[in-house]
Structure formats: structure tokens, C-alpha cells
Antibody, heavy 119, light 111 residues
């Protein structure tokens, strides 16, 4: 079974940085396309960014609100996806979900990790 | 890119049907047959219920069905059950620079 376990969330001040991790198992991670999706408290879902699998170049795309501040990377040897977040703003407060993607569909979701940006 | 528009709420009695709409533009819902629907119970992760407009993943009951006409997609839940009470979100492919556009969400209540 596919398992995605996020970690690294917490309380950070505006302007600060945080790195989230997503430990994946149950599928071939290195060639998998992976995404980060967030959900602000009481709000809807928002796509953050995606990482292509190794066979497709391993490059990343980002949503406009986070481009230039967030970086997605991966360690295929450890089946782990990362989200490095810098210059954090209060509006980045959300639960961050790690997801798998298959043929233009987000398929599996982790349980999420809460990031709170507040002074 | 703006979120897709869904009604804030929908409801039905057990056994009845409820249909949720998801309205976008020709750049997302209307432009591709890549519309998905997700169910989210409080405090839980979303779960994929429908993909590619009308396909059901293994394990999803056939009470859930999807369709699309023009720039509007729809999710129908037939034979409502108590466990169907949840938030539902649509998602559509919005092009290479914004591959996933989500809907505003609909809270389904089973009366």
C-alpha cells in the first residue's frame, strides 16, 4: 500500500524558514511525480508545486504565490520528498499535504503537517 | 488562476441523490478531460473519488458518478449514506504552469 508521511511542520515567525519532509513507501518513488498541496485553516485546497520523476528530468514547477520562496527537492535514495520554505508569510499558514500524481491526477495523500506562521 | 466555483453546501436524506457542480473556464474544466473529485472528512486527508471526469478508482462505490458539460463538471452521489457526509472538492487541469486548480469546496450534509 502507498504510504506518505509528512513531518517538519511547526510554528515559525514571518520571514522565517522551514523544511518539510515526506517519507514515501509502497511504490517506485524515483520515477513518481510528487506534489505538495496546502489547505489553510477552514479553507479549500491549493496546489503548491510538483516534482517530476527522475526519468522525466526531476524538475519542479511552482504556484505563483510561492514561486521564488519555496523549493521542492527529493532524495530518491531515501524515498523522501522535501519542501524548503523561506520568507514565510502569515498567509502560508496551512496544513501541507504530500501527494502522488499519476496521469494528471493527484491520487494518494499523506495525513498532512501543520505550518503556522505567526509572530 | 481563480479557484473553480462550487456551491458552499448541498444536502439530502438517506437514500436520496445529491449533485454538486464545479464551474470553471475553457482553460481548465472545459479545456481538458482531467477533472477529479475528492472527499474530505473533518481532520482527514482528501480521498480521490472520481478522476478523468467520470472514472472511479478501485474501491470507490458506484454510487459516486461524474460528468461534464462545457465548463461545468458535476459529481452525483446516489443512495446517500451517513458516511457520505463530508466536504467535496473538484480539481481540474489548468495547463502546464498551473496543473491543479481546485474548487471552493462543497459541504454535503445527510439529513
Amino acid at each position: 500500500d502507498v504510504q506518505l508521511v509528512e513531518s517538519g511542520g511547526g510554528l515559525v515567525k514571518p520571514g522565517g524558514s522551514l523544511r518539510l519532509s515526506c517519507a514515501a513507501s509502497g511504490f517506485s518513488f524515483s520515477n513518481a511525480w510528487m506534489n505538495w498541496v496546502r489547505q489553510a485553516p477552514g479553507k479549500g485546497l491549493e496546489w503548491v508545486g510538483r516534482s517530476r520523476g527522475k526519468i522525466d528530468g526531476g524538475t519542479a514547477d511552482y504556484a505563483a504565490p510561492v514561486k521564488g520562496r519555496f523549493t521542492i527537492s527529493r532524495d530518491d535514495s531515501k524515498n523522501t520528498l522535501f519542501l524548503q520554505m523561506t520568507s514565510l508569510k502569515t498567509e502560508d499558514t496551512a496544513v501541507y499535504f504530500c501527494t502522488t500524481e499519476l496521469y494528471t491526477t493527484i491520487t494518494q495523500w499523506g495525513q498532512g503537517t501543520l505550518v503556522t506562521v505567526s509572530s | 488562476q481563480s479557484a473553480l466555483t462550487q456551491p458552499p453546501s448541498a444536502s439530502g436524506s438517506p437514500g436520496q441523490s445529491v449533485t454538486i457542480s464545479c464551474t470553471g473556464t475553457s482553460s481548465d474544466v472545459g479545456g481538458y478531460n482531467y477533472v477529479s473529485w475528492y472527499q474530505q472528512h473533518p481532520g482527514k486527508a482528501p480521498k480521490l473519488m472520481i478522476y478523468d471526469v467520470s472514472k472511479r478508482p478501485s474501491g470507490v462505490p458506484d454510487r459516486f458518478s461524474g460528468s461534464k458539460s462545457g465548463n461545468t463538471a458535476s459529481l452525483t452521489v446516489s443512495g446517500l449514506q451517513a458516511e457520505d457526509e463530508a466536504d467535496y472538492y473538484c480539481s481540474a487541469y489548468g495547463g502546464r504552469n498551473n496543473p491543479y486548480v481546485f474548487g471552493t469546496g462543497t459541504k454535503v450534509t445527510v439529513l
